[in-house]
């Protein structure tokens, strides 16, 4: 059936890195369209990026140019990388694919941006 684990969140400071990590327990998932989302408290769920399996990507306006998204077939693996972080960063982010499938959805990992 396949799970996605995410790791690699954590406390930094505004202006901090973060690079995310979303391991894929299953060879499928190279084919699908992945996705990173963040739900902040009290707010929806958003999608903020997206890669194809080609490589092609998109975001969120609010990330564009500090978020890159990435991919590695081989390991199965997708990654967050998060540069200039903000305060209004802060949530928990969660992979899965596009669009989201129910029963992928894991615990996600806190990423909280404060000084």
């Known amino acids: 059936q396949g799970q996605l684990v995410e790791s690699g969140g954590g406390l930094v400071q505004p202006g901090g890195s973060l690079r995310l990590s979303c391991a894929a327990s299953a060879s499928r998932f190279r084919i699908y369209t992945m996705g990173w989302y963040r739900q902040a408290p009290e707010k929806q769920r958003e999608l903020v990026a997206t890669?194809?399996?080609?490589?092609?990507?998109n975001y969120v306006d609010s990330v564009k140019g500090r978020f890159t998204i990435s991919r590695d077939n081989a390991k199965n693996t997708v990654y967050l990388q998060m540069n200039s972080l903000k305060p209004e960063d802060t949530a928990v982010y969660y992979c899965n694919t596009n669009p989201p499938g129910t029963r992928y959805w894991g615990p996600g990992t806190q990423v909280t941006v404060s000084s």
């Open positions: 890669i194809t399996s080609g490589g092609s990507t």
